[in-house]
Every structure is written in C-alpha cells, then in structure tokens.
C-alpha cells in the first residue's frame, strides 16, 4: 500500500510538472498575441490542445489511482487528512505545491484570456462600426489549410 | 408647401452656429481635463432636424428636406466591457498585493537571510552558539559553574530572540487588525460616497441632467472598491413617476452568492462581526447591514426579476370530499388560513371567498392584495416582524410571494425580493484585498481545526499569520520539552521513597510509592521535603526552560513566553551532566546525549490547544532538527509562498495594466482626436457662419433687389 501512496504523490508531481508546460504555453500565447503572430497563437493553441487530452488522461489515471487507495472524490485538499499518518507531511507537501503551480497557471491563463480577449473585442468593435456580418466575413486560413477560432 | 420656410435658412445656419459652438465647448471640455483622475472623454450628441409632419395632400414633387442640426445631449465614450474586465483583474491585483504585503512584513520578521553572522540566520546562528556552548561543557566544564553559566547565558540571548520574534508577530498581528478595520471604514466611505452620488444623479435624472462628472466620481470610486472585493455592477432603470424611467445603479458582491450592498439610492455597510477584542482566536467574519436610504431608512421590499407569473391555477382548500370550501366571511377563512398553516408549514394554502366574488389567499400569514402598492405596504408592516422570515442558515433575503387580484378576478403572482436585518458573510465568500487580508489574519495551515475546515475545505493549504506564529510556539514547546525531560531524572530513582500496596474496590493489590523527608515522614506531592538517596545526593537537574522567567513551571510552553527557568538562573539547577548514580567527576554522558538532542531530529505535532505535545489526535507535520524547523519549515515555506505570490501578482499586474490602457484608450482624452475636433468645429463655425451671410445677400437680393 505503501507504494502506492508513492507512486501518487510522484504521480502529482508529474501533473505539477505537466501544468507547469501548460503555464510557460500560456505565456507564450500572451508574447504572440501581442506580436499579433497568429501563426505563433494557433501553435499554442494546438500545444494547449495536446496538453488537455494528456490532463485528461492523466484525470482517469488519478481517479483510478485514488479508487485504488480507497480515496475515490476526495479533493485534493483534502488528501492529507485522509492518508495515513507516516504520508500525511508528503502528501500534505505534494497538494501543497500542486496547489501553487495551478494558481499560477490560473494566472498565466487568465493575462493571455484577457490579452486574446481584448483583441477580439477591438476586432468586434470595429466590425460593428463598419456595419460588417460578422457570419460572411472571410476566414484567414493558415498555411496547411488549417484555421483557428480564437473565439472558441 | 415646402417644408421648410423661406426664412428658416437663418434657423437652420443659427442651429449649425450653435452645434458647432457647443461642439467646441465639449471639446475645450475635454480638453482641460485631460489630467483629471478618471474622467471620461465626452463627445457632443447630434442628429439632424425635421420638422415636417406627413402631409397627406403634399404634391408629389415637393421638397422636403431637414431644418438643421440639433445638439441635444453629450455622452460620455466608455465600454462596459472593458470597464467590468478591468474591475474585476483589479480585484486579483488587489488580492496579489495584499497577500504578498503581509508575507513581505512577515519576512521582515522572520527572513534571516543575511542577518545573522557569517552567513547564519539570527535565530540559527544562535542555536548553533548554544549547541557550541553545550559541546564547551561537555568537553572541558562538566560541572563547572562557569561553562554552565556560558551554556545558560547563550540559551538566555536564544529564548528571549524567540520572544522577541513572538512579539514582532503578535504586533504584527495586532497591525494587520487595525489594517483590516481601517479597509472596512475605506469600503463603507466609498459605498457612502457613490451613494450620495447616486443620490445626486437620481434627482438630476428626474430634471433631464445626465450627470456625466458624478458618473465619472462614481467610475472612480468604484474602480477603487473593485481592489478590496470582487462587484457586479449593475445599471438598471427605477420608475420615478408614471413614464419617467432614471438609471438606478445597483452593485452587487461579484461572488457566489451574490449579495446586494447598494440598490440605487439604498446603501450596506461593512462591519467586523468577530474582531480581536473577541476571543482569542478571531474569525474577522464580514457582515453587510441592511440597506438603507441616506436618513437611515431600511428598504424593505422590492419585485424580483423573476417576474410575473400569471394566472397560475392555485386551486381551492378542500374538504375531505374534495369539494372547495366556501367561507361564510373574511374572518372565518382567515382562522382557516391560520390553521392550515399551523399544521403544514413550508406548504401554499388558497382559501375562496365569494362574498366579493374574489379569491383570497393566505400564505405565510400574508393575504392578497388588490393592488401591487398595497401589497408592498401590507408586506413592509409584516416584514417589521423579521425573525420570523429570516433564512436560520443564512440569514439571507428570502424570496415572498404575494398574490394580486386584478378587476376581473384573475390573479397574479408577484414574487419579491425582501431586505431584512444584516446579511453574514460566509468565510470564503469574499475576494480582493479584503479577503486576502482576513487569510493573512487567521489562516492557520496545517495547524487548522475542524472548525475551520467546515468553514474553507482550503483551510489546511492557506497560511497566514497564525501558522507562522504556531510553528514558533511548537518550535518554542518542542525545545523545551526535549531539554527538561534531558535534564531530570525520574523521582523515584533519585529520592528516598517507600513502596506500598493499596487493595481497590475489586481486591486486586495495587503497588504504590510514597516519598518520605529526613525524619521518614511521608511528605508525597512536597517535593520542597523530599530526600536525595545518597547515590544522587550529588544531583541538581530540573527544568531548565519554563513559562516565566520567575517560575520553573514546564506546562504550555510558547514562544512568546519560554524562558530560562527560575531555579537555572539562580543556579539551583544546573545542567545534569550524568544520569548514573554516583558519577564520576569527569562524567558527561548526559551532556553528550543533549548535544545529540540539539542536533538531533524530532518530531513537531500540531493541535489547536496552543499546546503542541503529541497526542492521539495529532500528527508530527515536519520531523528533523530544531535549526532545520526554522529554516527548512517556517523560512521555506514562506519563501516559497512568497514566490508564488509574487509571480502571481506579476501575472494580474500584466492583464490589469493591459486593460487600464485599452479601457484608457476608450476613454481618456487624446489630444490628436480634440484637435481634429477643434478644427472641424472651426470650420463647421465658419460655414455655418458664411451660410448666413450668404442667405442674407440672397434674401437682400429678393426684398430690396426685385422688380425696383
């Protein structure tokens, strides 16, 4: 049982790590919408998009693993209360700087929202001033064929 | 008939002169207040005239055209958008900022980086000289009062640097309190300010004045309470007469549940209902009072936005047989009415009447009423009584429900929305700095009870004062502890005793110790009398740390209060060199053992007595030496903290600054738009101007040029 607490506790650092590369993402997001670099925003967002499906994998792998230790739906906060007494300093540790880098990554999030944000919202506005249907206006396509909706 | 008169050209060119005049006053406006703390460019308002009705035997060639310019208003150029985005990053900045002032104070406090001599920390340079006066003892002064003296004077400078970092915390403590107090009274002044605003704009509302220079003092203010909590503003409209619709600002907390603390004219206040005069380990729990109009009226009632709903069959009280009962009077159906709701609360309850032909209901112990007014009224008188509606969980505004018959016997279900008493504020419903600064005053961490918990499930990952204050206490307990129990021995193998042997109640022989004095008398409990067996006649252990430097009591140890113990001051007790009997001279097995203590690794517990030994119910939250609790712990956790905080508040500062400029390019003063503006109402001027010359030649060409 032992080990598996372990392997838990190494398991939220990997996801600390993970939103750690999610942050320094969010942060180049905010840089290229600034440079107005679309090509550089919709990498990102394509980096964004391949990090979520390995949160979201790494989400079923958590809750298994709390399942496995008999912890299923407890929160994060409050994993120290209910493991045992010899792993509550490294779980408390572990929950303790998982919590600072999401708050962090909330941060880093929330700038290139609002950076991204703001920029739509100048394009909105003029669109609006122009009388212009925003439904016939034509799609930027990016080389390759793809295209970003940065208001998705 | 043209539409326009011959001479309606000097109109039309007085209105164009007109325009541009006040055109260029707007933007002589805007101009001079372009280093006006919030004011918002303003821009003048215009539309083109037409004065003819359809004409319904108006020929098909006829002209018709507009009769000039007309400036009715100026309006102010702000965008919502920007305004709530702006507000709402100012309330993470103003979160930020504050949890990084207070883990800033705390750090000049305990931050040892460089104080210290060479490269040590104040508190760890000094463990280490006692653990070096310790090894001095053990070495060369096993029993020399001398080297005693030097191991006790340095454990001295030790305990009282605790004390004074214990007091620099509780000042601190204290200085957060006031800090916080003083935050409450800057948030009720700016709620006091923008409602006297509000009142302003209210009545010049009614006599047309749109009130853009209050409107930017209110933007201003409210920017300002935007830092302290999260808000939703809200701009919407109050009826002030039949037709006559003013803008009612109404402002609630931005977080879930949203609570309102200003309803146009009406206002909350903001008060600390558990402060540091209560208790000794305050909640500082927020309260909003009830909203009341500037003379201190309370408004009692208001419709909701979930509206009307109509015609709702809301059926008729049956009798056993489920036929509708009729009642006789208005009395007997309200002594139905009181019956029914006795036995069924919570449920609705209608009673039909048909003397009047109307349907009466009764519900809660309130009837319907004919009209909206009256019903308000009625409703007011029955709110007077408030314990009677007031959410026991919440103690929030609660939903009624009144029914109004119209003319035709139709009725309607009119849900309001009743103010009542003052709303508490749950402890994490809060945001900006005000709540930062609440954590900062009572976050406990590790060291957070039950009660906490039920209150913030985050509780155990939130650290504010408390905690470093406790760590010290445990760290302050935990030294204690180690050195006393290191420096005594059990009674019973040093001073002379007697065995005995007591029978219980179930017969069982229970053996037993009594201590006896020089005369064998049995003196147990005065240890004052007790006798040294002459094997440690030689002993003088005891309690080295205590609670008070005037007493050798060992119980609830603190930073604040651990001191060197009475008897080790005045040399009663020194420090026990040996625990064999009958040591040699040169013994220090004991003191070589405390070396190890000292340097050794423990295990420091938490409870939420102000107690810190280990018990069932509580856990060791950091295991190893004294120097690494301090440095490892209590320093590095509020580095790390710190940190955090510090690239979280770089974060929101980015996105706040960002959105300050985008929303002052919306809406400040730019000086290349107002000369253009300044030119064009020139030129308009001019034109407007050469119009009427023009116009009047033409005319002096028609009245004294024709046919002479």
New interface residues.
């Given amino acids: 049982m032992g080990d598996s607490y372990r392997a838990y506790f190494a398991f939220l650092e990997k996801l600390g790590a993970e939103l750690d590369t999610l942050t320094n993402v969010e942060r180049a997001k905010?840089a290229a919408v600034k440079r107005d670099d679309l090509m550089a925003v919709n990498e990102c967002m394509r980096q964004e998009q391949a990090i979520s499906l390995t949160l979201r994998s790494m989400d079923h792998q958590r809750t298994r693993m709390l399942a496995e230790l008999g912890m299923a739906d407890v929160?994060l906060?409050?994993l120290?209360?209910r493991c045992p007494?010899e792993y509550?300093?490294e779980a408390?540790a572990a929950?303790?700087r998982l919590?600072?880098k999401y708050?962090?990554y909330r941060?880093?999030a929330?700038?290139a929202r609002?950076?991204l944000?703001?920029n739509l919202?100048?394009i909105e506005?003029i669109i609006e001033k122009q009388g212009l249907d925003r439904d016939r206006l034509p799609v930027n396509r990016l080389p390759g064929g793809s295209f970003a909706d940065i208001r998705a | 008939m043209a539409s326009v008169s011959t001479f309606s050209v000097f109109t039309m060119a007085r209105l164009g002169i007109y325009a541009s005049q006040q055109g260029l006053s707007v933007t002589g406006n805007n101009v001079t207040n372009i280093n006006t703390d919030g004011y918002t460019r303003q821009t003048l308002d215009q539309y083109s005239l037409h004065m003819a009705a359809a004409d319904r035997y108006a020929a098909q060639g006829q002209l018709r055209m507009g009769a000039g310019v007309i400036a009715p208003s100026v309006s102010q150029t702000r965008d919502i958008y920007l305004d709530i985005r702006y507000r709402n990053e100012n309330t993470n900045v103003g979160s930020a900022t504050e949890k990084l002032d207070g883990l800033h104070q705390l750090g000049n406090i305990l931050d040892e980086v460089n104080k210290g001599d060479d490269g040590e920390g104040v508190l760890e340079g000094m463990f280490n000289e006692a653990i070096d006066q310790l090894e001095a003892l053990a070495a060369e002064g096993a029993g020399k009062d001398q080297y005693d003296g030097l191991f006790r004077g340095s454990m001295q400078t030790l305990v009282k640097q605790i004390n004074t970092t214990a007091v620099n915390l509780a000042e601190l403590q204290e200085s957060k309190a006031l800090q916080l107090q003083n935050d409450v009274d800057q948030v009720n002044d700016i709620l006091k300010k923008i409602q006297e605003l509000n009142v302003t704009i209210r009545k010049n509302a009614i006599y047309g004045d749109r009130s853009l220079e209050q409107k930017d003092q209110r933007n201003t203010l409210l920017d300002q309470l935007s830092s302290y909590m999260r808000i939703d503003v809200i701009y919407g409209t109050e009826e002030v007469s039949r037709g006559l619709n003013v803008e009612k600002l109404i402002l609630r907390t931005g977080t879930d549940p949203q609570r309102t603390m200003m309803e146009g004219i009406y206002s909350t206040k903001l008060s600390i209902r558990n402060g540091s005069d209560e208790g000794d380990d305050p909640n500082y729990d927020l309260d909003f009072a009830d909203l009341e109009d500037p003379h201190g009226n309370t408004i009692i009632l208001r419709e909701t936005d979930l509206g009307v709903v109509k015609n709702r069959d809301i059926g008729a009280v049956e009798d056993d047989d489920g036929e509708a009962i009729n009642f006789p009077s208005q009395e007997a159906a309200q002594e139905e009415a009181d019956r029914l709701n006795i036995n069924a609360q919570g449920t609705e309850f209608q009673v039909k009447m048909e003397e009047d032909g109307s349907i009466t209901v009764h519900e809660y112990g309130t009837t319907v009423y004919r009209t909206s007014e009256d019903a308000a009224l009625a409703l007011a008188e029955i709110e007077k009584d408030r314990s009677k509606y007031v959410d026991p969980f919440s103690g929030e505004v609660t939903r009624r429900d009144v029914r109004i018959i119209d003319n035709d016997g139709q009725y309607e279900l009119h849900q309001f929305e009743v103010f009542r008493g003052e709303v508490q504020l749950h402890d994490t419903e809060l945001s900006g700095s005000l709540q930062a600064l609440r954590e900062t005053l009572t976050e406990k961490g590790v060291f957070c009870s039950d009660e906490d918990l039920a209150r913030d499930e985050q509780a155990a990952g939130k650290r504010g004062l408390p905690f470093y204050r406790k760590a010290l206490d445990t760290l302050a307990y935990t030294l204690a502890e180690t050195l006393n129990a290191a420096n005594q021995l059990p009674d019973e193998m040093i001073y002379e005793s007697i065995v005995t042997e007591t029978v219980d109640e179930n017969g069982n022989i229970v053996p037993g110790r009594d201590y006896i004095d020089a005369d064998g008398h049995i003196v147990t409990g005065d240890k004052s009398r007790y006798v040294l067996k002459p094997e440690y006649k030689d002993y003088n252990g005891g309690v080295l740390l205590s609670n008070h430097g005037n007493s050798n009591d060992e119980n609830s140890i603190t930073a604040a209060n651990i001191s060197i113990s009475r008897n080790w001051d005045n040399g009663s007790f020194r420090v026990l060199r040996s625990r064999e009997a009958n040591p040699p001279s040169t013994a220090n097995d004991n003191l070589n053992h405390m070396i190890n203590l000292m340097n050794g690794a423990h295990e420091f517990f938490t409870n939420n007595e102000g107690i810190y030994e280990k018990a069932s119910s509580t856990e060791a939250f950091f295991t190893g030496s004294f120097q690494e609790m301090l440095t490892d712990h209590v320093m590095s956790t509020m580095g790390t903290d710190y940190r955090n905080t510090e690239v979280t508040l770089n974060n929101y500062t980015v996105s706040a600054d960002q959105l300050y400029v985008n929303r002052d390019g919306v809406q400040g003063v730019d000086l290349n738009d107002e000369a253009m503006n300044m030119m064009k109402y020139q030129k308009s001027y001019s034109a407007a101007c050469r119009l009427m010359t023009t116009f009047d030649s033409m005319l002096d060409k028609l009245i004294n040029g024709m046919a002479v």
């Fill in positions: 905010t929160p906060s409050g120290a209360a007494l509550r300093v408390r929950a303790d919590r600072a708050d962090i941060s880093a929330d700038v609002t950076t944000e703001l919202h100048e506005k």
